[in-house]
């Protein structure tokens, strides 16, 4: 585990949330746990759902926007037969028709359809935003909630077990998908395409890019041992192409300054001579400009 000296510096925390908290409770109870407010995460688990969150802590924080957390390997349960308002087991029943024997070569055949590039529209109950506020917030409020379709991409959508139950059948499903795909939305559709109405009883995200359950954290693992999974200088390095830049290119970087490009593609990290990640850098007509200062002149 990290220093009191690297968390100050920072890192990232992956955690296996439990059932019944939201993204924002893990964030509260992991700023008492490390004893600062300087947490955020990347992409919300539903409070129904479980597994792998990825926290940044400290200077961290701003690089989450930057990483590459693709793809999402979730395995979950879908029921078909019933359709809810909230697209999951948490909402009200809104309909749906005997499925117990439906052929399963069809629901593959309709499983099939949804893989690949398509366009999907979010779940009503989503943190999707409508002239900036959450479609969440205004459907609980009453109003009515009309969300656009998105692109996403579901490279695998595998059906892993089958089980018949009284006038539903449930799905246990293997789900591989870019970020911002919403399974419940595809339990719903699945259902929809079949005619018998459809959603989500259980979720348990395994994968988010590199980080998956192997690495994750408990609460009772991380309250008797508080610290970092991995810290902000090891992130880096394993997460981005880099450059090795010396004393003099550091305090230029540190103040926010560029470099000669060195032809690289894409997003990339400065790393100094003692291993010390610096910034993350973009080059453009021939230069090389900072994108996020890891270490600021002055900190």
Known sequence: MSSAATLALGGLVVVDKPAGLTSHDVISRLRRLLRTRRIGHAGTLDPMA??????GVQRATKLLGHLPLEPKVYQA????????????????????????????????AAMARLRGPIEQVPSTVSAVKIDGKRAYALARAGEQVLLSPRP????????????????????????ECSGGTYVRALARDLGAALGVGGH????RRTRVGPYDLSVARTFDGLTSAPGLCAELDE??????????????????????????A??????HAAISSNGEAIALLAERDGQARPILVLRPAGE
């Not at 989500?200 to 979720?203: C, Y």
């Open 50 to 55: 479980t597994g792998v969150l990825v926290c």
């Open 235 to 260: 992130v880096v390095t394993q997460a981005f192409p880099h450059r090795a830049v010396d004393r003099q290119q550091v305090r230029i970087l540190a103040h926010g300054g560029s470099l000669p």
């Open 262 to 267: 060195l032809g690289l593609t894409g997003t």
């Open 200 to 203: 989500l009883t259980a979720l």
């Open 77 to 108: 349960t879908a029921r078909l037969g019933r359709s809810t308002s909230t697209d999951d087991a948490e909402g009200e029943p809104t309909g749906g028709a005997d499925a117990s024997t439906l052929d399963e070569q069809e629901i593959l």
């Open 152 to 175: 996403v991409v579901v490279s695998r959508f595998e059906l892993l077990g089958l089980r018949r139950g009284e006038a539903v059948t449930d799905l246990d499903v293997l789900v």
